[in-house]
């Protein structure tokens, strides 16, 4: 390797900047890491960035494939088999079965490059329509509501570093102290001003931020985020706080949005939410006072969502209520602020852009749209009319596998679906009843243990690629260590298969090849990569899509190139106007829960990441977070006769898991949380439902009716 090779983390959205060196010792990791001073970061890593190495020479790193043996085990083969076994499973299934009898599920946390041939190779090679990934999971409400409201969707439609200069920010269902702790040194400034407003069920990490002055915090009950802004914006208007000026100049939809927001005054929205009506009314006229100021020369005002208010089976009208309430401000695409979701996987904004999404082609086109058709094609070197149509959503994916309806072979690539999905018994029953599971990972994580077949690919430290973080700005990943044994990249094995398959088209192994194709088919686009040179990226330009050919990169340091603001000048839709969308509560969703029942929200752990395949085997993770541990009210904890460190049944219409009772008064008395990072008897997801918002398809993981009943301890 070289002296010293820059870099980016490979967990979160932040993408921090690191730079990896050469290790001091054999013994040792094969590279030593430090943070260096890149704009989301500024040097900080988290525990997690700052012992992602020690996963490069992990002992459970995977070396060969692994092909399952009638007993059961798995025993190493060599590539021209693996490969060509996969080839015959393939033709097989889809001569008795049909095209659509394979499937293919990606992940947020793969390169641009194997993102995008993934979708490809979906396509062509395989000629299947059943193809989706577990950015289903994570961003598709933030996306939908983006899409409908603006045009357009990028997580973050601004520099992370515009929140620095922030008098106000308001975070919803997001809790980035502890999921992505660097990104705390952007909330300074609003904390300095006494404006960071944290909401959120439980007193998180996030949420104490907002003490001593820095803010305050807002804890509704679970489930009731969007009648909370459904009130805070009913205070906007009744009050005649909203920026008038504005909403006539940039929006639509302004009247029908009135009379649907005039029944949600503070008091009901009070019984709705169990935030007090004075604290709703309070937080109104401060974003309103806030916004301005700002309009006047003052510092911005910005409100952030994320997977809190997102992942529930309303959780595209939840944003776009967030968004509307950012709109009745005046701040999107101005000056005075702004609204953004935080996107979670390290590649989860370039990841939804290329073609992994059921529903969607290179450049965020539509697979629907016979134009977008017949510019991908083009590209692709193909007849329009070979393109599959569009498929199904995740969870419908997985959950149909080896039924008459349901793909009967699956290839997955970067995931761990067998943990991370919504009733996750059932999916791992659905990937037993297939025909043949292939799974690339470098880890035998829960689903790759399931599968028939496993092919060893490479770590971050090992590929070249592309990566866009939460901001939309795109990244250079790069190699600085060559493959251990026989792994290989995704887009070497890739570009084998289709030759095995036939499939028209070309394929490369090659990361630079790849982007210089996913350029061309994303030309136009609404996430247009066109104009972005790899050897821009390499000098450190900060280029940000959309990015057409005809833009300007400038590679003087601290300067930005592309579309780093969005909005500035017009929004995505036809009539450059954003659209104030009116939505409703269901009627259920005012109920209360049974009174045997009580609400669990689900999230993330400081020290562990996603399903927790990686950092389960970081010793010193493990051993500051080893289990699933059920947080609780000491009150609620002594109704249920739970006391501290007990192990807990937790039950839901689902299923049943078990973890350790930790009491702590930072929760709701109606409210318990756990973390999903862990498997077994331990996984949360056992708990969650399959069931999906109707516009976005994705899944109800932060709230569910539990049931709790403490157990003795095993013997």
């Not at 009744?238 to 029908?256: P, V």
């Amino acid at each position: 390797m070289s002296p010293l090779t820059d870099t980016h983390c490979p967990y979160c959205a932040l993408q921090c900047g690191i730079t990896l060196q050469p290790a001091a010792t054999e013994a040792s990791e094969p590279v030593a890491l430090q943070g260096r001073n890149f704009e989301t970061n500024g040097g900080a890593l988290c525990r997690k960035g700052y012992s992602a190495a020690t996963l490069l020479k992990h002992p459970d790193r995977l070396t060969a494939p692994l092909l399952r043996q009638a007993d059961g085990s798995f025993a190493p083969i060599g590539w021209d088999e693996a490969l060509d076994l996969i080839a015959e499973r393939a033709a097989s299934i889809r001569a008795e079965y049909g095209a659509d009898a394979v499937a293919v599920f990606g992940a947020g946390g793969l390169t641009n490059e194997k993102g995008y041939q993934l979708g490809k190779f979906a396509r062509l090679a395989l000629g299947t329509s059943r193809i989706d990934y577990n950015g289903r999971f994570c961003m598709s409400s933030a996306a939908a509501a983006g899409n409908r409201s603006f045009g357009l969707d990028r997580g973050l439609p601004f520099p992370l570093a515009d929140l620095d200069g922030a008098s106000m920010i308001l975070m919803l269902g997001s809790n980035v102290a502890d999921t992505m702790p660097p990104f705390v040194r952007h909330l300074a400034g609003a904390r300095d001003c006494g404006g960071l407003i944290v909401v959120d069920p439980r007193r998180s990490a996030t949420a104490e931020l907002s003490a001593n002055g820095a803010g305050w915090h807002l804890q509704p009950t679970p489930a009731s985020d969007l009648q909370l802004l459904l009130g805070l914006s009913h205070v906007l208007l009744a009050e005649s706080l909203a920026d008038a000026q504005y909403l006539e100049a940039r929006t639509n939809g302004l009247e029908q949005l009135r009379s649907s927001l005039a029944a949600w005054w503070p008091e009901r929205v009070e019984k709705a939410t169990g935030v007090p009506a004075a604290e709703i009314r309070r937080t109104a006229r401060a974003l309103a006072d806030a916004a301005r100021s700002a309009r006047n020369g003052g510092r911005p005002v910005y409100i952030l969502t994320g997977r809190g208010v997102e992942q529930h089976a309303n959780g595209t009208d939840t944003t776009t209520a967030a968004i509307n309430l950012a709109l009745l401000l005046g701040l999107p695409g101005s000056t005075a602020g702004g609204f953004g979701t935080i996107t979670g996987q390290g590649n989860g904004q370039g990841g939804r852009e290329h073609g992994q999404k059921c529903d969607q082609l290179p450049g965020y086109r539509t697979i629907t749209d016979p134009a977008h058709r017949k510019h991908v094609a083009k590209v692709w070197g193909v007849d329009p009319d070979i393109l599959p149509g569009p498929g199904i959503p995740a969870t419908q994916l997985l959950h149909s596998l080896g039924t008459t309806q349901g793909s009967r072979m699956l290839m997955v690539h970067g995931s761990n679906p067998a943990l991370s999905s919504p009733d996750a018994s059932q999916v791992i029953e659905a990937l037993r009843r297939l025909d043949f599971l292939v799974v690339s990972d470098f880890f035998l994580s829960e689903t790759a243990a399931e599968a028939h077949l496993v092919l060893p690919v490479l770590q971050w430290a090992e590929e070249e690629g592309t990566m866009t973080n939460l901001e939309g700005r795109v990244l250079r990943r790069r190699a600085a260590l060559d493959a251990p044994g026989q792994a290989r990249n995704e887009l070497w094995i890739l570009a084998e298969l289709a030759t095995r398959l036939g499939s028209p088209g070309r394929f490369s192994a090659d990361a630079r090849e790849v982007f210089e194709e996913l350029r061309l088919a994303s030309a136009g686009g609404l996430a247009d990569y066109s104009g972005i040179d790899w050897d821009d990226l390499d000098a450190g330009a900060a280029v940000y899509w959309p990015c057409t050919a005809e833009s300007t990169i400038s590679r003087t340091p601290g300067t930005r190139s592309g579309t780093p603001r969005l909005f500035l000048d017009r929004f995505a839709h036809r009539d450059g106007r954003a659209k104030l969308i009116a939505v409703y509560p269901e009627a259920a969703a005012e109920q209360a829960p049974h009174a045997d029942k009580i609400s669990l929200v689900t999230g993330r752990l400081l020290e562990h990441y996603q399903s927790g395949a990686q950092t389960r085997r970081v010793a010193e993770l493990q051993a500051a977070a080893p289990e699933a541990r059920l947080e609780i009210h000491p009150a609620t904890a002594l109704s249920f006769g739970i006391a501290d460190g007990q192990r807990v049944r937790v039950g839901s219409g689902q299923g049943q898991m078990l973890a350790r009772a930790r009491l702590t008064t930072a929760i709701r008395l109606d409210t318990v949380f756990l973390p999903f990072h862990f498997p077994g008897s331990n996984n949360a997801n056992i708990l969650t439902a399959a069931v999906v918002d109707p516009l976005s398809s994705m899944p109800e993981f932060k709230h569910v009716p539990v049931s709790l009943r403490p157990v003795g301890e095993e013997p």
